[in-house]
């Protein structure tokens, strides 16, 4: 008996030609919610700025919020202390500026005064020249109606009082936003492992999870280490040469390095005042010198010998990042650009086909 020959699947019908004016259109929205949700970020800074800074804050102190709940302490004592913590850290930091930059204030009619005559009496070949000569010099070129710089002091008062209440409230929400996110830190990696579709893409945004809080403890830990040394370097360099403050501008000079690039230029521009101000002749340079002195040894042979070659991102994307963040979120943003830098490089190595790694084993390298 002959056998009926099986019959073959009919082919799958060809998928319709894609409409390239449908693709771009698909392309503008995506941009066009983009820029709609970068804009809505830049316009309520005072409320994502200190929110982002303590979800960073949060990552740097989760391994020492575990290790705390290891002695069965419960997550929200453990965040609490870790917001006591830093709320020590900000109060030391603002103490130590509140009397040097007060006095610094009363200071600048004089400071001014002062950077006019140096500027007035300098002279490119070398030598000074008569101050009073030059400055008659300067009038007869400049129009009848010059501009004059004066200090106010009423203004600046007024403009700190109102300013006084976004920074209070700023800091309420980056301390409350610590102790929430450390305090339940568990809990949202949970709720957004939960979200995912099937097992594999448990595990991998597990790993990505993991690996982005592994990095941002990593990095700004060592890179808190790192700029204290460094301002401890910058203070004894100044305070060798006879720099007024040098532990002031020691500790200015840490705050600046957790802003690549940036930070430094304003501390070189800064000291060059200070060099203008204080000394004489070529010793001008001396405070801009010590300070790059130290920096450039921080950034040739500490930092990489610390983070080391796995935690290298590309100078270019640093310095879009750091520039983008100063756009949005000020000087907030130029401090949180490295760390969301790392959690856009955590996602995107995630795609990357490698050997199965799991978070668990993530987060035991970290406590090693």
């Known amino acids: 008996m002959r056998r009926p020959t099986p019959r073959r699947p009919a082919p799958p019908p060809a998928a319709p030609p894609r409409d390239p004016l ?12 983009g820029v709609a949700a970068f804009a809505a970020l830049h316009a309520a800074s005072m409320i994502f700025a200190p929110l982002t800074l303590s979800v960073v804050i949060g990552l740097m102190f989760a391994p020492a919020a575990r290790r705390i709940e290891a ?3 419960p997550p929200a004592l453990s965040a609490l202390v870790i917001v006591i913590f830093t709320g020590a850290l900000m109060a030391a930091f603002v103490s130590a500026f509140a009397w040097p ?4 204030f009363d200071r600048l009619p004089d400071i001014w005064n002062e950077l006019q005559t140096d500027l007035l009496s300098w002279k490119p070949g070398g030598g000074g ?15 009848e109606s010059s501009m004059s710089v004066t200090v106010d002091g009423g203004k600046a008062v007024e403009s700190a009082v109102l300013l006084a209440p976004a920074v209070l409230s700023q800091m309420i929400v980056f301390l409350a936003g610590v102790y929430f996110f450390v305090a339940t830190r568990e809990r949202l990696r949970a709720g957004i492992v939960g979200l995912c579709a099937n097992s594999g893409q448990c595990r991998r945004v597990d790993r990505v999870i993991a690996t982005v809080e592994a990095d941002v403890s990593r990095y700004m830990i060592a ?3 790192i700029n204290l040394a460094m301002g401890a ?4 360099a100044l305070w060798a040469i006879g720099a007024p403050e040098p532990w002031m501008w020691g500790v200015l000079a840490a705050i600046m390095n957790f802003i690549p690039y940036v930070g430094t230029a304003v501390m070189v521009s800064l000291l060059l005042g200070v060099g203008m101000i204080h000394f004489e002749g070529w010793q001008i340079l001396l405070p801009a010198l010590a300070h790059s002195a130290v920096n450039l040894a921080e950034n040739q042979f500490i930092t990489p010998q610390v983070l080391g070659r796995t935690m290298t991102l590309n100078p270019f994307a640093v310095f879009f990042a750091i520039l983008f963040g100063l756009w949005m979120w000020g000087p907030v943003g130029g401090i949180v650009a490295v760390p969301l830098l790392l959690f856009a490089n955590a996602v995107i190595e995630s795609g990357r086909p490698r050997p199965p790694i799991r978070a668990s084993t993530v987060r035991e390298r970290q406590e090693a």
């Open 22 to 33: 449908s693709t771009g259109a698909r392309w503008g929205m995506v941009a066009t919610g």
């Open 71 to 73: 002695f069965k302490v």
């Open 101 to 104: 930059i007060s006095v610094w």
């Open 129 to 143: 020249a008569d101050p009073a000569g030059l400055r008659d010099e300067f009038r007869g070129a400049a129009p």
């Open 223 to 225: 890179v808190s280490g």
């Open 233 to 236: 370097a910058v203070a004894a």
